[in-house]
C-alpha cells in the first residue's frame, strides 16, 4: 500500500525557514510525479508545488522564489523549502503523489497525515 510520511513543520517566525520532507513508499517512486499541498482551516486545500519524474517544477503564484520543491529518488522522498515564510503560509502541508497531463498536475487519492507549519508575525 502507498504511504506517505511527512515532517518538518513547527513553528517560526516571519521570515525563516523550514525544509518539509516527505518519505514516500508502496510506489515505484521515480516514475511519479510528486506534490506539495497546503490547507488552512476553513479553506480549500490548494496546491503549493510540483515536480515531475524529469525533475521539472511548477509553484503557485503566491510561494514562487520562496519555496524550492526536490525530490531524492535514491531516499523516495521529496522536499519543500520553504523561505521567507509569511503567516499567510500557515497551514497543515501535505504531500502528494499524482501524474500529469500535459503541465497539468493531477494528484492521485494518497496522502499522509500532514505536517503543520506556523509562521508567526
Known amino acids: 500500500q502507498v504511504q506517505l510520511v511527512e515532517s518538518g513543520g513547527g513553528l517560526v517566525q516571519a521570515g525563516g525557514s523550514l525544509r518539509l520532507s516527505c518519505a514516500a513508499s508502496?510506489?515505484?517512486?521515480?516514475?511519479?510525479?510528486m506534490a506539495w499541498y497546503r490547507q488552512a482551516p476553513g479553506k480549500q486545500r490548494e496546491l503549493v508545488a510540483s515536480?515531475?519524474?524529469?525533475?521539472?517544477?511548477n509553484y503557485a503564484d503566491s510561494v514562487k522564489g520562496r519555496f524550492t520543491i526536490s525530490r531524492d529518488n535514491a531516499k523516495n522522498t521529496v522536499y519543500l523549502q520553504t523561505d521567507s515564510l509569511k503567516p499567510e503560509d500557515t497551514a497543515v502541508y501535505y504531500c502528494?503523489?499524482?501524474?500529469?497531463?500535459?503541465?497539468?498536475?493531477?494528484?492521485?487519492?494518497?496522502w499522509g497525515q500532514g505536517t503543520q507549519v506556523t509562521v508567526s508575525s
Open positions: 502528494n503523489v499524482g501524474g500529469y497531463r500535459g503541465s497539468i498536475y493531477y494528484p492521485y487519492d494518497y
Open positions: 515536480i515531475t519524474s524529469g525533475f521539472r517544477t
Open positions: 508502496g510506489i515505484i517512486f521515480r516514475l511519479n510525479g
